[in-house]
């Protein structure tokens, strides 16, 4: 349910009629926006090698924590413990953090 309701906060903020994975593929990309497209963007100047490290870490967990944390809980019938349920929810939260900085772009 976090990352459900993290995709819809996404979703919200950006705009976007796409949803977990392929949002945040698109969304989060470091590169401009192409026509049609938007893109959440973390504050600084996008050609600082810090900024693109920020941008591509956030780009790439967001991916993970859909592929790895939300599709697994849905197809996987396994039960976590208690704490490696705890160590997603942090996942999600860092990522969730991260999208509350970001601001939208669009070309």
């Not at 977990?20 to 497209?37: D, H, I, M, N, S």
């Not at 870490?57 to 991916?63: E, F, I, R, V, Y």
């Given at each position: 349910?976090?990352?459900?309701?993290?995709?819809?906060?996404?979703?919200?903020?950006?705009?976007?009629?796409?949803?977990?994975?392929?949002?945040?593929?698109?969304?989060?990309?470091?590169e401009?926006?192409?026509?049609g497209?938007?893109?959440?963007h973390?504050?600084?100047?996008?050609?600082?090698?810090?900024?693109?490290?920020?941008?591509?870490?956030?780009?790439?967990?967001?991916?993970?924590?859909f592929?790895?944390?939300?599709?697994?809980?849905?197809?996987?019938?396994?039960?976590?413990?208690?704490?490696?349920?705890?160590?997603?929810?942090?996942?999600l939260?860092v990522?969730?953090?991260?999208?509350?900085?970001?601001?939208?772009?669009?070309?």
């Amino acid at each position: 349910q976090a990352a459900v309701s993290l995709s819809a906060h996404i979703k919200a903020k950006a705009g976007s009629t796409l949803n977990e994975r392929k949002l945040v593929q698109q969304v989060f990309a470091p590169e401009p926006p192409k026509t049609g497209q938007v893109r959440l963007h973390l504050p600084g100047d996008a050609s600082d090698e810090n900024w693109q490290s920020r941008q591509q870490g956030l780009h790439l967990l967001a991916q993970g924590a859909f592929a790895g944390i939300r599709n697994i809980a849905v197809h996987d019938e396994s039960v976590w413990s208690e704490h490696q349920a705890l160590e997603h929810l942090a996942v999600l939260s860092v990522i969730a953090r991260w999208a509350d900085d970001t601001e939208l772009v669009v070309p």
